[in-house]
Nanobody, 127 residues
Framework: QVQLVESGGGLVQAGGSLRLSCAASGRTFSNYAMGWFRQAAGKEREFVVAITWSRGRTYYADSVKGRFTISRDNAKNTVYLQMNSLKPEDTAVYYC????????????????????WGQGTQVTVSS
Protein backbone atom coordinates (compact mmCIF):
# COMPACT_ATOMS: atom_id res chain seq x y z
CA GLN A 1 0.00 0.00 0.00
CA VAL A 2 1.08 3.54 -0.74
CA GLN A 3 -0.40 6.59 0.94
CA LEU A 4 -0.22 9.96 -0.77
CA VAL A 5 -0.95 13.34 0.76
CA GLU A 6 -1.00 16.52 -1.32
CA SER A 7 -0.59 20.03 -0.02
CA GLY A 8 0.09 23.53 -1.30
CA GLY A 9 -3.04 24.38 -3.24
CA GLY A 10 -4.79 27.70 -2.96
CA LEU A 11 -6.00 30.82 -4.69
CA VAL A 12 -3.61 32.82 -6.86
CA GLN A 13 -3.91 35.52 -9.48
CA ALA A 14 -3.13 34.84 -13.10
CA GLY A 15 0.60 34.99 -13.68
CA GLY A 16 1.34 33.88 -10.15
CA SER A 17 2.99 30.75 -8.80
CA LEU A 18 2.18 27.89 -6.47
CA ARG A 19 4.12 24.84 -5.36
CA LEU A 20 2.32 21.60 -4.65
CA SER A 21 3.81 18.81 -2.58
CA CYS A 22 2.95 15.14 -2.49
CA ALA A 23 4.29 13.13 0.44
CA ALA A 24 4.35 9.37 -0.06
CA SER A 25 4.44 6.73 2.66
CA GLY A 26 4.09 2.98 2.82
CA ARG A 27 5.63 0.82 0.10
CA THR A 28 7.29 3.76 -1.57
CA PHE A 29 10.29 1.72 -2.67
CA SER A 30 8.05 0.01 -5.18
CA ASN A 31 7.01 3.20 -6.93
CA TYR A 32 8.15 3.37 -10.50
CA ALA A 33 6.88 6.86 -11.12
CA MET A 34 4.82 9.62 -9.58
CA GLY A 35 2.40 11.68 -11.58
CA TRP A 36 0.26 14.76 -11.24
CA PHE A 37 -3.19 14.88 -12.75
CA ARG A 38 -5.86 17.56 -12.57
CA GLN A 39 -9.59 17.69 -12.93
CA ALA A 40 -11.50 20.87 -13.62
CA ALA A 41 -15.18 21.15 -12.80
CA GLY A 42 -17.25 19.33 -15.39
CA LYS A 43 -14.23 17.92 -17.19
CA GLU A 44 -12.38 14.64 -17.23
CA ARG A 45 -9.22 14.11 -15.25
CA GLU A 46 -6.17 14.91 -17.35
CA PHE A 47 -2.49 14.12 -17.12
CA VAL A 48 -0.17 16.98 -16.18
CA VAL A 49 3.31 15.60 -15.60
CA ALA A 50 5.15 12.58 -14.18
CA ILE A 51 8.61 11.70 -12.93
CA THR A 52 10.36 8.39 -12.37
CA TRP A 53 11.73 7.83 -8.88
CA SER A 54 15.01 6.20 -9.85
CA ARG A 55 16.31 8.26 -12.76
CA GLY A 56 14.17 11.35 -12.53
CA ARG A 57 12.94 11.11 -16.09
CA THR A 58 10.05 13.45 -16.72
CA TYR A 59 7.19 13.84 -19.14
CA TYR A 60 5.00 16.95 -19.39
CA ALA A 61 1.66 17.61 -21.00
CA ASP A 62 1.98 20.22 -23.73
CA SER A 63 -0.39 22.53 -21.87
CA VAL A 64 2.05 23.00 -18.98
CA LYS A 65 5.41 22.58 -20.67
CA GLY A 66 7.68 25.50 -19.88
CA ARG A 67 5.51 26.67 -16.97
CA PHE A 68 5.38 23.72 -14.58
CA THR A 69 8.34 21.82 -13.15
CA ILE A 70 8.20 18.49 -11.36
CA SER A 71 10.92 17.38 -8.97
CA ARG A 72 11.45 14.77 -6.30
CA ASP A 73 13.26 14.37 -3.03
CA ASN A 74 13.94 10.67 -2.64
CA ALA A 75 15.08 11.04 0.94
CA LYS A 76 11.77 12.63 1.90
CA ASN A 77 9.65 10.49 -0.43
CA THR A 78 8.14 13.71 -1.68
CA VAL A 79 7.34 14.98 -5.14
CA TYR A 80 6.89 18.66 -5.91
CA LEU A 81 5.09 20.52 -8.63
CA GLN A 82 6.25 24.08 -9.15
CA MET A 83 3.64 25.96 -11.14
CA ASN A 84 4.58 29.32 -12.64
CA SER A 85 2.79 31.70 -14.98
CA LEU A 86 -0.51 30.26 -13.87
CA LYS A 87 -3.56 30.78 -16.05
CA PRO A 88 -7.27 30.65 -15.19
CA GLU A 89 -7.50 27.45 -17.23
CA ASP A 90 -5.11 25.81 -14.76
CA THR A 91 -7.90 25.94 -12.17
CA ALA A 92 -8.64 22.38 -11.06
CA VAL A 93 -8.27 19.86 -8.30
CA TYR A 94 -4.74 18.50 -8.55
CA TYR A 95 -4.04 14.89 -7.65
CA CYS A 96 -0.78 13.08 -7.24
CA UNK A 97 -0.65 9.41 -8.10
CA UNK A 98 1.78 6.52 -7.83
CA UNK A 99 2.61 4.02 -10.54
CA UNK A 100 3.98 0.89 -8.88
CA UNK A 101 4.20 -1.26 -11.97
CA UNK A 102 7.29 -3.32 -12.64
CA UNK A 103 8.91 -3.62 -16.00
CA UNK A 104 7.36 -0.48 -17.43
CA UNK A 105 9.73 1.25 -19.79
CA UNK A 106 7.68 4.33 -20.48
CA UNK A 107 6.12 7.02 -18.32
CA UNK A 108 2.40 6.39 -18.03
CA UNK A 109 0.03 9.22 -18.82
CA UNK A 110 -3.37 7.62 -18.31
CA UNK A 111 -5.22 7.43 -15.00
CA UNK A 112 -5.78 3.64 -14.96
CA UNK A 113 -2.03 3.08 -15.03
CA UNK A 114 -1.66 4.68 -11.61
CA UNK A 115 -2.66 2.51 -8.66
CA UNK A 116 -2.64 4.93 -5.77
CA TRP A 117 -4.06 8.43 -5.50
CA GLY A 118 -4.02 11.30 -3.07
CA GLN A 119 -7.12 13.14 -1.94
CA GLY A 120 -6.46 16.13 -4.19
CA THR A 121 -5.77 19.80 -3.57
CA GLN A 122 -7.67 22.70 -5.09
CA VAL A 123 -5.85 25.22 -7.24
CA THR A 124 -7.81 28.30 -8.27
CA VAL A 125 -6.37 30.91 -10.60
CA SER A 126 -8.27 34.17 -10.82
CA SER A 127 -8.16 36.40 -13.88
Amino acid sequence: QVQLVESGGGLVQAGGSLRLSCAASGRTFSNYAMGWFRQAAGKEREFVVAITWSRGRTYYADSVKGRFTISRDNAKNTVYLQMNSLKPEDTAVYYCAADTSTGRWYIATSSPEYEYWGQGTQVTVSS
